[in-house]
Every structure is written in structure tokens, then in C-alpha cells.
């Protein structure tokens, strides 16, 4: 598995601008894919976006045209560029990789969390 470190997240008016970013380190060489998921107070934790190491990206539907999710194969990083941000935004984000490995004897598939960053959109 991997450990995940997210960086950037805070407060932001309305239409206004966030980056959020994350790094793995340990067995990145296993990562499929990347991705950020967001709990708001007492929902579930729902899928934001994610980024295949082919740079393939999924979005949910309430964030297409505002956010951008970029990975980075050699620096095993992800950021997700959140424009037009709305009160509906307002949640824990959190970093996601997917990942495992395949031999002829078995294979392995493995999910690792970030600890979450704040991102608060507030007047």
C-alpha cells in the first residue's frame, strides 16, 4: 500500500478558487489510479474525481466544468484544481489510491486514504 499526505484545503467565498494536492510514498509503483472523495457533516463519503496512471478521468456529475483532477506518474501526485467553488462543495476531502499487483500465483488490490483536508466555501 501507500501513505498518502494531502496538502492545500481552507476557507473560500463563493465562486471562488481552491488547489488541493497529495503525495504517495511506499509501493507507488503499484498505484493505479488516484482520486479525491468528499464527506460532508452527515453524509456519505462520495466520489469527486479520479485519474488512471493512463490519465483517464471520472468526475461526479455535481463538479463537472469546475474541478480538474491532474496526476503526475513521476511524482506520484494528484491535485484537483477546484474553480466556481460552491456552498455545496463545503466537505472533508479526502485522497484516494487504487492500486495492487498481479502474478502468476495471485493478485492483490489494495485502497489507501489520506487523512482529509477542510475545504470550507462560506460569505
Known amino acids: 500500500q501507500v501513505q498518502l499526505v494531502e496538502s492545500g484545503g481552507g476557507s473560500v467565498q463563493p465562486g471562488g478558487s481552491l488547489r488541493l494536492s497529495c503525495a504517495a510514498s511506499?509501493?507507488?509503483?503499484?498505484?493505479?489510479?488516484m482520486g479525491w472523495y468528499r464527506q460532508a457533516p452527515g453524509k456519505q463519503r462520495d466520489l469527486v474525481a479520479t485519474?488512471?496512471?493512463?490519465?483517464?478521468?471520472n468526475y461526479a456529475a455535481s463538479v463537472k466544468g469546475r474541478f480538474t483532477i491532474s496526476g503526475d506518474n513521476a511524482k506520484n501526485t494528484v491535485s484537483l484544481q477546484m474553480n466556481f467553488l460552491q456552498r455545496e462543495d463545503t466537505a472533508v476531502y479526502y485522497c484516494?489510491?487504487?492500486?495492487?499487483?498481479?502474478?502468476?500465483?495471485?493478485?492483490?488490490?489494495?485502497?489507501?486514504w489520506g487523512q482529509g483536508t477542510q475545504v470550507t466555501v462560506s460569505s
Open positions: 511506499g509501493s507507488t509503483s503499484e498505484i493505479n489510479s
Open positions: 484516494r489510491a487504487e492500486g495492487g499487483i498481479t502474478t502468476p500465483e495471485k493478485t492483490e488490490r489494495w485502497g489507501s
Open positions: 485519474v488512471t496512471r493512463s490519465g483517464s478521468t
